[in-house]
């Protein structure tokens, strides 16, 4: 799924849109006792209560797509009889009716979801019937001809709320406020089928996690049956790693800062795009070529990538490329400029030494107080 197609499930998650039929739950304790369950009809609730969900649903759709929002693949085999696949699609088929099929999801996500607190389990199943599109782009909600019909999970802590005091209308005073256990937004979730190309895909799924450096590997692979790619930070370290091992100890500044560049001006030019940019081994090697990487570095390249990220495996420009700042740094000194002006900074021999360069005006700004600069000339 893209930012596009997210976005679209989101705008369903208001009273005027909803298409949500039906809303499940299970209250787990530290122990991973189920406390009490939730099972309603979701139009039946007060219009509070309504409000208060949506804003959970919509955060377990929140994040970018690619570090937070991860669109994973059915492996064939979980599409067999017993496979994970097959469950969550009979689940979703129940349309949440079915008392047995509930328990038994509840307890396979009690059995590998790792949290030592108390949570929430929340499961809806929604049927939204998809309106057509003109050529211009524009929705035609009498040209419907398909209806997405799909599950939402969303695995919410429950903490107790902070000590503190309340003031008492009645009595005029105040008192120590009686502490009680919240609801919080959701740490993990997933959303079942994908909705890719605006249409039902029931081969893929979008996990939600919370923590983009701390993704569930048990919870992803016994649950749901799919294998984690790489997080956000470990691309990032397995891209900074594999420039490292390609260059060698001849990793020089302009090359590395070449590579940058190159790779800001790709996520740039990809800026409007709702698909995330994706790199694989032959665009990441493209990408060294162009930033003047002699040929005999890259000779061992493809083995280096492999060993790194995987044969198969691609990394999302918007996980290795830093879009806020270009950062140069000494054992002494840090230096940030934003990745627009990368080409302020440069490197000189002066005086027989090594040094970083900037480029500046007659006006800087040293620890908030605006002062000229005086340049000392040799």
């Not at 969900?53 to 693949?73: A, Q």
């Not at 067999?80 to 689940?91: M, P, R, S, V």
């Not at 001849?250 to 709702?274: D, F, G, M, R, W």
């Not at 480029?359 to 340049?375: P, R």
């Given at each position: 799924?893209?930012?596009?197609e997210?976005?679209e499930?989101?705008?369903?998650?208001?009273?005027?849109n909803?298409?949500?039929?039906?809303?499940?739950g299970?209250?787990?304790?530290?122990?991973?006792?189920?406390?009490?369950?939730?099972k309603?009809?979701?139009?039946?609730?007060?219009?509070?209560?309504?409000?208060?969900?949506?804003?959970?649903?919509?955060?377990?759709?929140?994040?970018?797509?690619g570090?937070?929002?991860?669109?994973?693949?059915?492996?064939?085999?979980?599409?067999?009889?017993?496979?994970?696949?097959?469950?969550?699609?009979k689940?979703?088929?129940?349309?949440?009716?079915?008392?047995k099929?509930?328990?038994?999801?509840?307890d396979?996500?009690?059995?590998?979801?790792?949290?030592?607190?108390?949570?929430?389990?929340?499961?809806?199943?929604?049927?939204?019937?998809?309106?057509?599109?003109?050529?211009?782009?524009?929705?035609?909600?009498?040209?419907?001809d398909?209806?997405y019909d799909?599950?939402?999970?969303?695995?919410?802590?429950?903490?107790?709320?902070?000590?503190?005091?309340?003031?008492?209308?009645?009595?005029?005073?105040?008192?120590?406020?009686?502490?009680?256990?919240?609801?919080?937004?959701?740490?993990?979730?997933?959303?079942?089928?994908?909705?890719?190309?605006?249409?039902?895909?029931?081969?893929?799924?979008?996990?939600?996690?919370?923590?983009?450096?701390?993704?569930?590997?048990?919870?992803?692979?016994?649950?749901?049956?799919?294998?984690?790619?790489?997080?956000?930070?470990?691309?990032?370290?397995?891209f900074?790693?594999?420039v490292?091992?390609?260059?060698?100890?001849?990793?020089s500044?302009?090359t590395?800062?070449n590579?940058h560049?190159?790779?800001?001006?790709?996520?740039?030019?990809?800026?409007?795009?709702?698909?995330?940019?994706?790199?694989?081994?032959?665009?990441?090697?493209?990408?060294?070529?162009?930033?003047?990487?002699?040929?005999?570095?890259?000779?061992?390249?493809?083995?280096?990538?492999?060993?790194?990220?995987?044969?198969?495996?691609?990394?999302?420009?918007?996980n290795?490329?830093?879009?806020?700042?270009?950062?140069?740094?000494?054992?002494?000194?840090?230096?940030?400029?934003?990745?627009?002006?990368?080409?302020?900074v440069?490197?000189?021999?002066?005086?027989g030494?090594?040094?970083?360069?900037?480029?500046?005006?007659d006006?800087?700004?040293i620890?908030?107080?605006?002062?000229?600069?005086?340049?000392n000339?040799?």
């Amino acid at each position: 799924m893209n930012k596009k197609e997210v976005a679209e499930i989101k705008k369903q998650f208001t009273p005027s849109n909803c298409a949500i039929t039906r809303i499940c739950g299970c209250y787990v304790d530290g122990e991973k006792e189920k406390k009490t369950r939730i099972k309603e009809a979701f139009l039946s609730l007060p219009e509070e209560e309504m409000f208060k969900y949506f804003d959970i649903f919509r955060k377990c759709l929140s994040g970018t797509v690619g570090k937070n929002l991860l669109n994973m693949e059915f492996p064939l085999e979980t599409e067999a009889e017993g496979g994970t696949q097959e469950f969550l699609l009979k689940l979703r088929d129940s349309r949440l009716t079915d008392d047995k099929m509930l328990e038994e999801f509840y307890d396979k996500v009690i059995a590998c979801y790792d949290y030592a607190e108390n949570y929430l389990i929340l499961l809806i199943h929604a049927a939204y019937d998809i309106p057509g599109k003109s050529s211009d782009g524009s929705e035609m909600f009498d040209a419907s001809d398909e209806v997405y019909d799909y599950v939402l999970c969303s695995i919410c802590p429950v903490k107790l709320s902070k000590p503190g005091l309340s003031y008492h209308a009645e009595e005029n005073s105040f008192h120590e406020r009686t502490r009680d256990w919240v609801v919080e937004l959701p740490a993990d979730g997933f959303l079942f089928p994908a909705f890719n190309d605006r249409s039902t895909d029931i081969h893929s799924l979008l996990y939600y996690s919370k923590n983009a450096k701390e993704l569930r590997e048990d919870f992803v692979r016994d649950l749901l049956g799919c294998t984690l790619p790489l997080p956000a930070p470990a691309q990032k370290e397995t891209f900074n790693l594999l420039v490292e091992e390609t260059l060698g100890e001849e990793c020089s500044y302009e090359t590395v800062k070449n590579i940058h560049e190159n790779l800001h001006e790709l996520v740039q030019q990809n800026a409007e795009n709702p698909e995330p940019l994706t790199l694989d081994k032959a665009e990441v090697k493209y990408l060294f070529e162009k930033s003047g990487v002699e040929e005999e570095k890259l000779e061992d390249f493809d083995a280096y990538f492999e060993a790194a990220a995987g044969e198969k495996s691609g990394l999302l420009a918007s996980n290795i490329a830093d879009t806020r700042k270009f950062e140069i740094k000494t054992p002494e000194v840090s230096i940030q400029v934003s990745p627009d002006y990368m080409d302020l900074v440069e490197t000189r021999i002066i005086d027989g030494r090594k040094c970083i360069v900037i480029g500046v005006d007659d006006q800087v700004e040293i620890n908030g107080i605006s002062a000229k600069t005086v340049l000392n000339q040799a």
